[in-house]
């Protein structure tokens, strides 16, 4: 009998099937045993594709394809409420970003892990390339003195017909604007680096170039717990995009990431660049959605598969990946007063 983890995968769609390609090709000790989508269509062809079968109904899925790991690949909106009916099946939650646009239903879906002593991992890629790794921890063990600003700018463009494609995208129920899609991969970073963010000074949310429900442009200021500021700059308006960059400076120090790939490093008034043994990747993304590196979904995939067997926490788990939700509900909040 083979005793390698049984996975299936709900969302037939763009980021599953980049999953799938992953788990299929790179994972050893994994076997993929089935997918489910609610749109038949796109549940057969994937299943068949694959060589697995294929549900498009959720419940009967977790309980017909005896998983021991689920990757969430479906709306945001979603997530949380898929991944609780996982986790009280028993099974591991694999969850693309954010863990959903909702708060409370993010903390039930914790609660549910916790529960039931499954496993909770969130993608959030940027977190698995070594540059990046390499400067948050020399901030984290306090290399870079008091930190005094952490700010992040993503100007990405996605067209009109990117958003009318599916009728989630740019929804506020199911996918969120430039801030909760997009921009959430920045806001991760943000708060990976210099920690939660205690409040929100100034939020200017707008739609200027899109007919949308929610923003696609959006300015934000922050003061961190540690009592840091930070700005926020995230759109889907700017043709041709800019590079997506944080930028952190303490007393002893500072830093800029383009993406993942590390640009400036400095401690201590010496140049810690060209000391670092990998400066990391540029992830991608910024016009086009798929043309995107998935060497971090690779590391994260096979973290996750790691956490499950060897019952320690993944790389990014369900409260690591809890705090950009709490940012962006912060965000909101305080625009909507
Ligand atoms: N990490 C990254 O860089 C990255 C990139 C793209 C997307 N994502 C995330 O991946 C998720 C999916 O995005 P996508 O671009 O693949 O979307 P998509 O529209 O291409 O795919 C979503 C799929 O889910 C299916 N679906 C919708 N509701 C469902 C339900 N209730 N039950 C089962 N299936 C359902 C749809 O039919 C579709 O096939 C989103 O949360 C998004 O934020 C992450």
Request: charged content about 25%; some cysteine; overall charge negative.
């Amino acid at each position: 009998m083979s005793n390698a983890l049984r996975i299936g995968l709900v969302g037939c769609g763009g980021m599953g099937n980049e999953h799938l390609g992953i788990v299929r090709s790179a994972m050893t000790g994994a076997q993929l045993v089935g997918v489910c989508d609610y749109r038949a269509d796109r549940a057969e062809r994937m299943g068949r594709q694959h060589g697995v079968a294929y549900w498009t109904d959720f419940t009967k899925f977790l309980h017909e394809a005896c998983l021991d790991v689920l990757h969430i690949c479906s709306p945001t909106g979603y997530h949380a409420a898929q991944g609780i009916e996982a986790a009280n099946a028993g099974v591991h939650v694999l969850c693309e970003k954010p863990l959903d646009l909702d708060l409370s239903r993010i903390d039930n879906l914790i609660a549910a892990c916790d529960k039931n002593n499954v496993r909770l991992g969130c993608i959030f890629q940027r977190r698995a390339v070594r540059g990046a790794q390499e400067v948050q921890r020399a901030i984290a063990a306090g290399e870079m003195g008091r930190i005094l600003s952490c700010s992040v700018s993503i100007k990405w463009w996605r067209s009109q017909e990117y958003y009318d494609k599916d009728d989630w995208r740019g929804t506020r129920s199911l996918d969120g604007g430039a801030l909760a899609n997009q921009g959430i991969h920045s806001l991760d970073q943000m708060v990976w680096m210099a920690g939660p963010v205690e409040a929100v000074e100034f939020a200017h949310l707008d739609t200027v170039s899109h007919d949308l429900e929610v923003e696609d442009f959006a300015i934000v200021v922050v003061r961190f717990t540690s009592g840091a500021r930070g700005v926020i700059e995230a759109t889907t308006c700017c043709k041709p995009d800019l590079s997506t960059r944080l930028e952190i400076f303490g007393t002893q120090g500072s830093a800029a990431l383009d993406d993942a790939f590390v640009v400036r490093f400095g401690l201590d008034g010496e140049d810690r660049l060209n000391t670092l043994p990998d400066r990391g990747k540029l992830m991608g993304g910024g016009s086009d959605p798929w043309a995107i590196s998935l060497a971090g979904h690779t590391e994260q995939i096979r973290d996750f598969y790691s956490a499950v067997i060897e019952h320690r926490e993944p790389m990014v788990d369900g409260r690591a990946a809890r705090v950009s939700v709490d940012l962006l509900d912060k965000i909101y909040r305080h625009a909507s007063k």
